[in-house]
T-cell receptor
Framework: RKEVEQDPGPFNVPEGATVAFNCTYS??????FFWYRQDCRKEPKLLMS???SGNEDGRFTAQLNRASQYISLLIRDSKLSDSATYLC??????????FGKGTRLSVIA | DVKVTQSSRYLVKRTGEKVFLECVQD?????MFWYRQDPGLGLRLIYF???????EKGDIPEGYSVSREKKERFSLILESASTNQTSMYLC???????????FGPGTRLTVL
């Protein structure tokens, strides 16, 4: 099983839709989890950290399910500007952060 | 606000040339990282450093070396560039080892 797995997409959704991405991980000892956003030909930027109890930032909600070893990102009321690639990121033991390959989202007018 | 800068946005080099990619961060971060990103392969860690004059191999160190003489600067060196090193190179830094990483804008390197 790969360390971090994401559906590459693309997810094509209309404006205003709700969309959710999952990311599964293999190392049950992983402790830190993040979602990053990467626009086309730009660097990745932190979108939000993922806390055990789940957390929300405006239209974005992140959840962690340790039992099933996945994290999720929910985007409500999608905007055109949400079009990007979303990277699942976590630590795997004591090594540097591990980045997923990303899920591409396209929000269509 | 963390700022990570990279010396060039675009670079074109010839096979066999020695290439230096510079990265500077202004937030006194201990940890710095070099990645390359290729379509379909995601971000791959080349080298990282947790302190000045310290370096550790990442997942794909072959063909690369690094230098960290000062805390704020981390250089990636391609001793003899090859066409398969054509890629986007991204530098990042973090305050703590397993903490959020902040990325520079990237250098798109083409080796002809």
């Amino acid at each position: 099983r790969k360390e971090v797995e994401q559906d590459p997409g693309p997810f094509n959704v209309p404006e205003g839709a709700t969309v959710a991405f999952n990311c599964t991980y293999s190392n049950s000892a992983s402790q830190s989890f993040f979602w990053y956003r990467q626009d086309c030909r730009k660097e990745p930027k932190l979108l939000m950290s993922v806390y055990s109890s789940g957390n929300e930032d405006g239209r974005f909600t992140a959840q962690l399910n340790r039992a099933s070893q996945y994290i999720s990102l929910l985007i409500r009321d999608s905007k055109l500007s949400d079009s990007a690639t979303y990277l699942c990121v976590l630590n795997s033991g004591n090594t540097p952060l591990v980045f997923g390959k990303g899920t591409r989202l396209s929000v269509i007018a | 606000d963390v700022k990570v800068t990279q010396s060039s946005r675009y670079l074109v080099k010839r096979t066999g040339e020695k290439v230096f990619l510079e990265c500077v961060q202004d937030m006194d971060h201990e940890n710095m990282f070099w990645y390359r990103q290729d379509p379909g392969l995601g971000l791959r860690l080349i080298y990282f450093s947790y302190d000045v004059k310290m370096k550790e191999k990442g997942d794909i160190p072959e063909g690369y070396s690094v230098s960290r003489e000062k805390k704020e600067r981390f250089s990636l060196i391609l001793e003899s560039a090859s066409t398969n090193q054509t890629s986007m190179y991204l530098c990042a830094s973090s305050l703590y080892r397993l903490d959020t990483q902040y990325f520079g804008p990237g250098t798109r390197l083409t080796v002809l």
